[in-house]
């Protein structure tokens, strides 16, 4: 994984970006060329572009670029220009990517074969303050005046009786503001004709940075760059590590060194393009502005600037350096002992599914040599947002845990733990998913009620959020009393609350709960249910006798009730020995009365009689009496 890490200084928020551009054949010939770029491997297609920089007047009035996947990798973009195309390539390009609110862009050029001088190097990047030299090689002899120019406006020329083998614009205290695109041709040429190449100027003096410079570098080795805005060291490609130390060898690139050339001849040809001010440059092993010329006899690195000089019987290799004996170790093997070991992650918990609010306390566990320290993690969240570790703990490998207070749904993603050493650095993706736990859409029904239960139908099965739901509670209070809620665990659809005061309101409620801490919803829409008044006692004295063949007498004691309240006796009969085919007979009479002849029966019959006393509510029935009609 590439590039650097933007700290915003005031906002306490750091987002980190990894992004790299690779520049097959910068000098296009007859060959076919590309432009890829690549982020971390999490990371989606999407927030990647590939276009032309409006700023290069070459580039105005072209057809837009037909960038497509990069099948090879897993988060890239590509654009291919085959070789009849060679005229469209040339121009200024920028590859980009969006993480937050930040943007990171990188530049790169492509320039023509064939132009009369070519530049030393497509990039060069110089601390504010020092002498630097922008060179550009004489390719062909003219009888033409040379030119120079910077951003697209004419700053020198050269007779033509004294264009030198080396055009050269050279400052000796070099500032900020003159940075840019330089470019060099013949007088009589044109933007298709011209070399380029790119100054960059660090904000800050050599070995510092920070907002006014006031921050010491570390020191990166191996050519890596110190990021004038956070500190760290931009990595050349095939270099990984605090400070770069740890070489990865042949044809790998990125952060972790997890990339690797994947085309035929490694990374031969490419030209890797990091965010300023690291600018371009070969992979390790290559140089040349085609990148294809292997580094001399001890020399290593990118672009070949590296000398070994090996100590106690350590061998060059020109992509990773010296090679160190058994016992020693170091950039020249000048240190005794064991060498370091890269930092690797293990034990990640992937995936992890929280449900929303909860606090989450992810770890990042790590082995190597040194041991990591705390301010050696960091915690990415899918938005980019770099957490650092709440606490770490360390034995014989390094436990950082990470805290975020309340999760939340838009936190679901990818996360990555990632660890860097003077060892190297190693980072690991996890998925994240925020659930929101379930709420009924609608309020409980009622289904049935008495004087002292009420049957609940819980209405639960639509509900918003997210399931499975493993548990269902009843909440109940009484509506006019100052309460605290009740529940009662659900199993069914319905649920019968029985010893319940009569004629009372009672509100009610629905909460489901999915697994896991926190997976308690909110309770759902509430309804309110009154039970039934009290009713009245049956009368006392009850008596049932035959009267004839097809009747029986029905007697009770006269009610002594008061006479304001509509009061109604009402009687149910049946036959005994009915199969169930006959339904009971209901028979209403007004409350002064004691006595009913119950006409129609059969003879020699058996029945079963009961009463009560009803007024506005129903009172409670008596118990059953049986009698027979006379035989016939």
């Known amino acids: 994984v590439f590039g650097f890490v933007l700290i915003f200084f005031l906002g306490k928020v750091e987002a980190a970006l990894d ?157 900020p503001q003159d940075a840019g695109v330089y470019s060099a041709r013949y007088i009589g040429g044109n933007l298709f004709t011209s070399a380029y190449t790119r100054l960059i100027v660090r904000r800050c003096e050599a070995e510092k940075w920070g907002p006014s410079c006031s921050f010491h570098c570390p020191s990166c080795t191996n050519n890596g760059i110190c990021h004038e805005d956070t500190g760290e060291c931009i990595c050349p490609p095939g ?138 993690f960091k915690l990415l969240k899918q938005d980019g947002t770099v957490l650092r570790p709440d606490e770490i703990s360390t034995s014989n490998r390094s436990e950082a845990v990470f805290r975020i207070n309340r999760i939340l749904p838009s936190d679901t993603g990818t996360w990555v733990c990632s660890v860097q050493t003077v060892a190297g650095m190693a980072e690991k993706p996890f998925q994240v998913t925020v659930k929101v736990p379930p709420v009924p859409q609608y309020a409980p029904r009622l289904t049935d009620r008495g004087h002292n239960f009420l049957i609940i139908d819980i209405n639960a099965e639509l509900h918003n959020g997210d399931g499975p739901v493993v548990s269902t509670k009843l909440l109940y209070k009484p509506a006019k009393r100052y309460q605290s809620w009740m529940s009662l665990e659900v199993k069914g659809t319905t649920k019968r609350l029985d010893n319940l005061e009569p004629k009372t309101e009672y509100q009610f409620c629905v909460q489901l709960s999915r697994q896991g801490e926190g997976g308690e919803g909110h309770p759902g829409p509430q309804a309110s249910f009154t039970t039934a008044a009290l009713g009245l006692p049956p009368p006392e004295g009850i008596t049932l006798f035959p009267k004839s063949m097809t009747s029986l007498n029905l007697s009770w004691h006269p009610l002594t009730l008061r006479t304001e309240d509509d009061i109604r006796v009402e009687v149910e009969r049946k036959s005994v020995n009915d199969n169930g085919d006959e339904s009971s007979v209901i028979t209403q009479v007004p409350g002064n009365m004691s006595t009913l002849i119950i006409k129609d029966l059969e003879p020699r019959q058996q029945y079963m009689c009961r009463v009560r006393v009803n007024t506005r509510s129903q009172g409670e029935w008596s118990n059953y009496l049986y009698a027979w009609t006379f035989s016939d």
């Open 19 to 175: 992004l790299i551009l690779i520049n097959s054949f910068p000098l296009v010939g007859n060959s076919e060329t590309s432009l890829i770029c690549v982020t971390s491997k999490w990371r989606s297609h999407e927030s990647i572009t590939i276009g032309r920089d409006q700023e290069d007047v070459a580039n105005q009035h072209r057809e837009p670029l037909e960038v497509n996947e990069d099948s090879k990798r897993a988060a890239a973009k590509t654009v291919v220009w085959k070789r009849e195309q060679a005229s469209e390539t040339i121009g200024a390009y920028y590859c980009e990517a969006k993480l937050k609110d930040e943007v990171t862009r990188i530049h790169t050029m492509k320039m023509p074969l064939g132009a009369s001088f070519h530049p030393m190097a497509l990039t060069v990047t110089a601390n504010k303050g020092e002498h630097v030299n922008i060179s550009f090689i004489r390719m062909a002899s003219k009888e033409e005046d040379a030119v120079i120019y910077k951003n697209g406006s004419f700053i020198h020329s050269v007779p033509r009786h004294e264009v030198p083998g080396e055009l050269e614009v050279s400052y000796s205290q070099v500032q």
């Open 239 to 376: 270099f990984m590590g605090k400070t770069c130390e740890k070489a990865c060898g042949a044809n790998t690139f990125g952060k972790t060194c997890e990339e690797t050339c994947k085309e035929n001849y490694g990374c031969r040809n490419f030209m890797f393009c990091l965010p300023d001010p690291y600018g371009c440059s070969c992979a390790t092993g290559w140089m040349g502005l085609e990148c294809d010329k292997e580094c001399k006899p001890g020399f290593y690195g990118s672009d070949c600037k590296l000398k070994c000089n090996c100590h106690n019987r350590g061998t060059c290799d020109r992509f990773k350096g010296c090679i160190c004996s058994f016992g020693w170790h170091g950039l020249q093997c000048e240190k005794k002992g064991s060498a370091d070991l890269a930092p690797q992650i293990v034990n990640l918990q992937d995936p992890v599914e929280l449900n929303s609010g909860v606090e989450f306390k992810p770890f990042c566990i790590a082995t190597g040599m040194p041991l990591p320290k705390s301010e050696e």
